[in-house]
């Protein structure tokens, strides 16, 4: 019955409905289930950074810590603490000002000998994790431990593929493979075990800091928390940046992660239905690329149960940007994060000071250079607010075709540098992805090294999977795929085998002693044969009660052209259809999260038609002025984030969306109390649902003028100027 409220609400008429997955269950700490939307600052507070979120995570292991710790407490925030796991501004430990001893061997290092320092100056070098750095940053750690911060965050665990010459990463190879080093660009087999080196190193650093965090909790009786943020998969390796990512799962001690996807990251360029392959013969897809990172950094919930917050930045690292530009690229990337309905803890701001007091773009003439426009400033802490409240348990799709995924494992970033780098834009990935996306069709990036985990292939019916560019870390994940593809699953196996990676020293080839590539493997598993596939591209062999397709070409041939992308449609299709999915292309996507409606019209889609209309009765919070429509066009390019009014209904008033901080506070008779505060000197609008006009109402005593009342919608709109301190707003009836 609600499902079919809800389809006549959003007028759909063939909608693909899917119940997500049941959220994880919050913890036994109540209190930490609080713990829902957050922000990384590395200063005290501010009004500035007075946002409305649960967690200030506070920047830095030097001595100010617990100073910069108190005062975000003081002001009400759960405080954790965050810091560098690979570079930060420890300049104390590689110059010997920390244990009399000189670090500077510890530092990433270029074949040229150059040091690899930081692109955010300060002096920052990114470190080899040896275990010498651990023990210093254990030192940092436990300042913020002693300033009583609930959990500790370390961030970013890079190690560049085109580093490893250091003397600490030469002495770290010797112990590891028991062999002398090789200059990693040497030969595929070089940078193959560097960069395994590089993803063990970071590995190991944390499972050292980690479980020194637990033993201290063991000693003390506290329960402070572990997380890591990290960059997703596709973006560490469409930079050519080593990182453990997927491999988290094994620490002992990791509660979770931050998916530090954002629009720095969203905006690399990308190649969909080119008839060139040169550099510039790409584009920015923000949206796209956003749907994609998260969904391979919500794998981690999936396979794991455990936590994870999405990154979102307002700006970002780059200031040469407009506000234009910022607050584009932030909504469409945010759609993106929406989309990925089993996470629901967002980070809302890295840096806020830089949000709210930056003045852009940097380097334009200082009279073009302005400070946040009144609108975004609104328009942010309304959303930010709504992100709090993304903890729901209905959720339904309108969409094309679901259940289609794309296998990626964590050694996408093994083959990145020389002398056999792949593809420069990561076509071999968005080859594969992006004809199925703009189709509407919302297809999911699947972790391969979480294959064998209990349960986690069950949503999907279709898998494309491809050895050019990574390769499988173990075999057991070929044992994982064999057992989904006989239970009724469909393998599109695209590759043509020429890869030279293919024939580095591992376990698919007994450590170099045979010839066997990690595609013959999988096939052995499956119990197919490569003759099985001569009649046809999209001959499928059938194994159990699934098959399996092999697709004779290098998947950047699908980016290459527009027959590319529409060819691989049909070969889609065709598998789609063999695993019993009907099959449906769209010119968007749509979700609904309880009240919530996500939309994005794609561009460059090639199904044609009038755009998507959603019906109903709307205001979209990527509005600053929060206009009730009836009608949502998903036209090319547009994203909304809708909350449905009619989905929210209630007798008593309620509020409906906040540029502030509000909470209740103690009413009576005809009068309603909260109390507001939010981010100094920026403008609110806090929206109230109210079935009658209100007698008057004041702020902190004095008379608010500055509302209007909507007896058609029985919508109360109230406007007024933030200040970062708590003050009541009483309404009064």
């Keep these: 019955m609600l499902k079919s409220a809800l389809l006549a609400l959003l007028g759909v008429a063939a909608a693909v409905l899917v119940r ?87 530092i990433q290092t270029l074949r040229s000998g150059k040091k690899m320092a930081h692109p955010g100056g300060g002096g920052g070098f990114y470190m080899c994790p040896t275990r010498s750095f651990g023990d210093f940053l254990w030192e940092g750690i436990q300042r913020g431990l002693g300033a009583g911060v609930e959990a500790v965050h370390l961030e970013e665990s890079e190690y560049w593929a085109k ?60 329960q402070v928390r572990c997380y890591v943020p990290t960059h997703s998969l596709l973006n560490y390796a469409y930079w050519r940046v080593i990182s453990p990512e997927s491999s988290l799962a094994q620490v002992e001690g990791c509660d979770g992660y931050i998916g530090q996807v954002w629009t720095g990251s969203t905006r690399v360029p990308n190649r969909y239905q080119s008839e060139m392959t040169t550099w510039n013969d790409v584009r920015e897809r923000p949206f796209e690329t956003a749907f994609l990172e998260y969904g391979v950094m919500a794998n981690l919930v999936r396979a794991t149960g455990r936590r994870i917050w999405f990154n979102g930045d307002p700006v970002e690292d780059d200031p040469k940007h407009d506000w234009t530009d910022y607050r584009l690229n932030w909504e469409s990337t945010l759609a993106g994060a929406l989309f990925q309905t089993d996470v629901w803890r967002h980070e809302v701001a890295p840096w806020p000071e830089r949000v709210f007091g930056g003045v852009y773009p940097v380097g334009a003439r200082a009279d073009e250079r302005r400070p946040i426009p009144p609108g975004y400033a609104t328009e942010l802490q309304v959303v930010m607010r709504a992100l709090a409240d993304l903890r729901q348990p209905e959720v339904e799709w309108d969409c094309g075709t679901r259940g289609l995924g794309l296998v990626v494992s964590d050694s996408l970033m093994f083959e990145r540098e020389e002398p056999a780098p792949s593809d420069a834009v990561l076509s ?18 699947v972790q391969l090294e979480y294959a064998p985990r209990s349960g986690f292939l069950r949503d999907q019916r279709v898998l494309f999977l491809s050895y050019a560019g990574q390769k499988p870390l173990a075999a057991e994940v070929h044992d994982a795929l064999a057992r989904w593809v006989r239970e009724g699953g469909v393998l599109v196996v695209v590759d043509d085998d020429s890869d030279p990676y293919n024939h580095v020293r591992e376990w698919w080839n007994d450590d170099g002693r045979n010839d066997r590539i990690p595609r013959q493997h999988l096939f052995e598993t499956l119990g197919v044969r490569d003759r099985d ?45 063999r695993a019993g999915l009907g099959w449906r292309e769209t010119s968007y996507l749509a979700v609904r999260r309880g009240p919530y409606v ?42 909304v984030f809708l909350l449905d009014l009619g989905a929210v209904k209630s007798t008593a008033p309620r509020i409906l969306a906040s540029a502030s901080k509000i909470h209740p506070a103690s009413s009576g008779g005809d009068a309603v109390a909260w109390t507001v505060e939010g981010v100094g000197n920026t403008p609110s609008l806090v929206l109230c649902a109210s079935a009658k006009p209100p007698r008057s109402i004041t702020l902190e005593d004095t008379v608010l003028t500055t509302y209007t009342y909507d007896p058609a919608e029985q919508l109360l709109y109230l406007r007024f100027s933030n200040e970062a301190r708590p003050r009541v707003l009483v309404v009064s009836f």
Excluded: C
């Design 20 to 106: 997500a997955a049941d959220p994880p269950a919050f913890p036994a700490d109540a209190d930490a289930a609080l713990e829902r939307t957050s922000f990384q600052t590395g200063q005290a507070w501010s009004p500035m950074g007075n946002l409305p979120a649960d967690v200030a995570m506070v920047y830095g292991i030097d001595s100010s810590l617990p100073e910069r710790v108190r005062t975000w407490r003081d002001r009400g925030y759960r405080v954790h603490m965050m810091t560098g796991a690979s570079w930060g501004e420890y300049h104390d430990y590689f110059f010997g000002r920390w244990d009399g001893k000189n670090h500077e061997d510890d």
């Design 163 to 222: 580093t490893g010459y250091s003397e600490a990463f030469r002495r770290e190879w010797r112990d590891y493979y028991r062999e002398e080093w090789r200059p990693p660009q040497e030969s595929v087999d070089a940078q193959w075990r560097a960069s395994k080196l590089k993803y063990h190193l970071f590995r190991r650093v944390l499972e050292q800091l980690f479980g020194q965090v637990q033993a201290y909790n063991r000693r003390t009786g506290r």
């Design 428 to 445: 071999h990935v968005y080859g594969l992805a992006l004809p199925l996306l703009k189709r509407g069709l919302p297809v999911t990036l």
């Design 533 to 577: 596939f001569d009649d046809a591209p999209s001959r499928l062999a059938a194994v159990g009660n699934g098959a399996v397709m092999w697709v004779r070409e290098h998947p950047v041939a699908f980016a290459a052209s527009w027959l590319g992308s529409v060819r691989l449609a049909g070969l889609a299709r065709t598998a789609a259809e």
């Design 598 to 639: 996500i939309g994005a019209g794609l561009d460059e889609s090639p199904v044609e038609g009038p755009p998507r209309v959603l019906r109903g009765r709307f205001v979209d919070l990527f509005d600053p002025e929060l206009k009730v429509q009836r009608a949502v066009a998903l036209e090319p390019g547009r994203r």
